[in-house]
């Protein structure tokens, strides 16, 4: 029972049930389809409002000045600006 | 007439084979070169299982790098609890940057485990193996 739940949740990487998290880091160059798994908005036929939001959201929680990451946070930037380029 | 045909058959097997051997020498060349290239700086190339380097690692989680596997593992565990909770899908927060968060925190914990097992191996080479004898007696 515990073993193969304990397995489960290394097979599945981290979470047993529900959705496993994305393994491994980030990619060196910041790609279209990073960008959007990073502003959580669909890959295609997205509106500039709704980068902005979300942006905004991304950025209050990880702002540095209030105990972010700064390498989260030019993250959540770059990927704002690969979207909004194109 | 048969003469020819043999030639012919000769000559293609020939070259298809010239072509699969410059073929193999090129990838092993490429091969060779990128082994070289990751052992000459194993610190901030070595990928591990995660595919994580350490460096990344420390700068997601905005902790200085340990060095020689000592790191405060406290502020480690500190700085992941927060970041993890503010980053939380349910609060607005990104799922992707949730998962390399724990994959930071993750990538860490292995690096102080393994530089722990390395420390242990030469303590013990060090000393002499001193088994824990449980006798009955």
Redesign the interface.
């Known amino acids: 029972g515990r073993a193969g739940l304990v397995a489960l949740r290394k097979s599945r990487g981290?979470a047993a049930f529900g959705?496993a998290?994305?393994?491994?880091?980030?990619e060196p160059k910041m790609t279209r389809r990073?960008a959007a798994?990073?502003?959580?908005v669909p890959e295609r036929g997205l509106s500039k409002e709704l980068i902005r939001k979300k942006h905004r959201?991304?950025m209050l929680?990880?702002h540095p000045d209030r105990?972010?990451?700064?390498?989260?946070a030019t993250?959540?930037n770059e990927a704002k600006e690969l979207l909004e380029k194109s | 007439m048969a003469h020819r045909i043999i030639t012919q058959v000769v000559l293609t097997g020939s070259r298809i084979l010239g072509r699969a051997f410059a073929e193999s020498y090129r990838q092993a060349a490429a091969s060779q070169k990128y082994a070289a290239a990751a052992s000459k700086n194993p610190n901030t190339t070595t990928f591990s299982a995660s595919g994580l380097t350490l460096d990344e690692a420390c700068k997601i989680l905005n902790v200085p790098p340990p060095k020689g596997g000592e790191t405060n593992l406290t502020a480690v565990q500190e700085r992941f609890k927060k970041l993890f909770d503010l980053n939380d899908p349910k609060k607005g927060g990104s799922f992707y940057l949730q998962s390399k968060i724990l994959r930071a925190r993750e990538r860490i914990e292995m690096e102080v485990r393994t530089a722990e097992e390395v420390a242990a191996r030469e303590a013990e080479l060090k000393e002499g193996w001193k088994p824990k004898v449980f006798k009955d007696r």
């Open positions: 981290g959705r998290f994305y393994k491994g880091g980030f990073e798994l990073i502003l959580e959201s991304l929680n990880n105990g972010g990451s700064p390498y989260l993250k959540v």
